[in-house]
Nanobody
């Protein structure tokens, strides 16, 4: 299984951007998907998550500004980021717990990051 993240770029403060994460490979079920971010010199932090049932959770710093969603038909996970702030500048990574068969436990997968830069 591979996760391909895309959609990063440069955006001005207050602007919007949408990231996409596309899983590929042998996928039976996507249990949970997350977006993390890592700013320069800092640890990787959880931004948002969504379960197979559609439950979501967000870091306090992005609540009300970011929205995680899925396109179930294609297994694509999105992160809509509105009202961007300079402190949102980071490399964003998608992460998923995915099982490849109906009888296997989910494995943890990481995608390559996509850089988001917010200018003030």
């Amino acid at each position: 299984v591979q996760l391909q993240a895309s959609g990063g770029g440069l955006v001005q403060a207050g602007g919007s951007l949408r990231l996409s994460c596309v899983p590929s490979g042998r996928i039976y079920r996507i249990h949970t998907m997350y977006w993390y971010r890592q700013a320069p010199g800092k640890q990787r932090d959880l931004v948002a998550g969504i379960t197979y049932a559609g439950s979501t959770n967000y870091a306090d710093s992005v609540k009300g500004r970011f929205t995680i969603s899925t396109d179930s038909a294609k297994n694509i996970v999105y992160l809509q980021m509105n009202d961007r702030k300079p402190e949102d500048t980071a490399v964003y990574y998608c992460n998923g717990q995915i099982s490849s068969t109906g009888w296997s436990s989910p494995n943890n997968y990481w995608g390559r990051g996509t850089l988001v830069t917010v200018s003030s």
